[in-house]
């Protein structure tokens, strides 16, 4: 396995389910990120975990709730979703502090319907 | 201050022809822009980067521009095929004890055979 993994790719949940969606990064990564997409509106970032501590929470609903074990691991706990929580969600890592930081790297998401 | 304004939401162009899509950002804190390219059912991937202290870089087909007194940069894609057809993402990114990246909402770009 290389790169970001993100699982499971299709996530169909109801509103009073809990689930969780896991991430894996290969790359020796010491920074993990949970991103929210949107039809027509810019990434949002939800949670950073740098050197496995939570270094930013923009805010986002307590329904979310993130677990970073280590540093290759990141999970999105969900629960008591609602319909308007139905996007695609972004997995990322970097390395902080490397000389000439080169952005992030993303998974391929975790397409997630509430219903 | 955290915004990046990104233009236009959708672009059509001719295969061979150059596309051009622009970004503008507010804060002169940022000191990273990167690109990214998303087909569907995947994640944006780096496509190419700049930092401030250049005005031009070019890798392959796609340039980025970067104008630092207008705040503005733009990404150049030199003889357009159906397999750029993507959307593309600009952002910009500054320290703030992590390296934390704004992105853009976006442009949805079509290439016609």
């Known amino acids: 396995e290389t790169g970001v993994t993100q699982t499971p790719r299709h996530l169909v949940m109801g509103m009073t389910n809990k689930k969780s969606l896991k991430c894996e990064q290969h790359l020796g990564h010491n920074a993990m990120y949970w991103y929210k997409q949107s039809a027509k509106k810019p990434l949002e970032l939800m949670f950073v975990y740098s050197l496995e501590e939570r270094v930013e929470n923009n805010s986002v609903p307590s329904r979310f709730s993130p677990e970073c074990p280590n540093s290759s691991h990141l999970f999105l706990h969900l629960h008591t979703l609602q319909p308007e929580d139905s996007a695609l969600y972004l997995c990322?890592?970097?390395?902080?502090?490397?000389?000439?930081?080169?952005?992030?790297?993303f998974g391929s998401g975790t397409r997630l319907t509430v219903v | 201050q955290q915004q990046v304004k990104q233009s236009p939401q959708s672009l059509i162009v001719q295969k061979g022809g150059i596309s051009i899509i622009n970004c503008a950002y507010e804060?002169?804190?940022?000191?990273?822009f990167p690109w990214y390219q998303q087909f569907p059912g995947k994640g944006p991937a780096l496509l190419i980067a700049?930092?401030?202290?250049?005005s031009e870089k070019k890798e392959g087909r796609f340039t980025i521009s970067f104008n630092k007194s207008a705040k503005q940069f733009s990404l150049h894609i030199m003889d357009s095929q159906p397999g750029d057809s993507a959307t593309y993402f600009c952002a910009a990114s500054m320290n703030t004890g992590f390296q934390k990246l704004v992105f853009g909402t976006g442009t949805r770009l079509l290439v016609s055979p």
């Open positions: 700049i930092r401030p202290d250049v």
């Open positions: 804060n002169t804190a940022f000191d990273y």
């Open positions: 990322a890592s970097s390395q902080e502090d490397a000389p000439g930081w080169g952005g992030y790297t």
